[in-house]
């Protein structure tokens, strides 16, 4: 028996080496390769998120224009206009009308710092002075009368004859919107004084005459 020849047919496991040789048979081991352990896996870089755009600047807003009472006083040329009935002729003690003509808020538009700007000033108060000491606040403007010695809120009773100065100041609120939006105040008020205007009272006397007032008369009452 040869003992280094080997089976190299099948492989005879779990049988002791002795009995192997005992039958003429040769063992050859059969070597077992080392266990291979597994590869590790490459440590995955994480994935990098896509680059993103730049940031764009952000756009500022236009500045909010703020409007001051010097504003509305520089923009505006408010009016302020006595208007008397009978042209300023009264009676002394009947009430003689006068009232002012602007009573519609007026207002101006204008660009301020990029924005649209809206101003409004509104006449809010008269305040009149008859030229006899009398005075007289009102919140309204008065109106016309066509009926003679009526009472309206802005007529007054003269007491004696003579031709006297009425004056008139009328005061203003102001306020301004930006692009459509609310209304905002402006602080303090602002006053403009009427040209002057002459009330000229007479004394009424009254006679019974005879005859009509024809051109060149100088019946009493005629003007000739």
């Known amino acids: 028996m040869n003992s280094s020849l080997c089976n190299t047919g099948e492989i005879i496991r779990n049988v002791p080496q002795r009995t192997l040789m005992e039958n003429g048979l040769a063992y050859c081991p059969v070597s077992t390769p080392d266990p291979v352990e597994p590869a590790t896996p490459a440590a995955q870089t994480p994935a990098q998120p896509a680059a993103q755009p730049a940031a764009q600047p952000a756009v500022a807003e236009p500045a909010m224009p703020v409007v001051t009472l010097n504003d509305l006083q520089t923009m505006f040329a408010p009016e302020s206009e006595i208007v008397m009935d009978q042209n300023g002729f009264g009676l002394i003690n009947a009430h003689t009308n006068v009232y002012a003509s602007t009573y519609r808020p007026q207002t101006q538009t204008q660009t301020m710092l990029g924005r649209q700007v809206t101003l409004r000033i509104t006449p809010v108060r008269w305040d009149w002075r008859f030229g ?13 009368q066509d009926r003679f010695n009526e009472e309206t809120p802005t007529s007054h009773v003269y007491t004696e004859t003579g031709t006297f100065p009425v004056d008139l100041t009328t005061t203003y609120e102001g306020d301004y919107q930006i692009d459509g939006g609310g209304w905002i105040p402006v602080d303090g008020t602002m006053s403009v004084s009427a040209e002057t205007q002459q009330a000229d009272i007479w004394r009424a006397k009254t006679r019974n005459v005879a005859e009509p007032c024809t051109p060149g008369s100088t019946a009493w009452g005629c003007t000739g």
Do not use: F, I, R
Not at 134 to 142: E, R
């Open 132 to 144: 006899d000491g009398a005075t007289l606040t009102t919140d309204v403007p008065g109106h016309p």
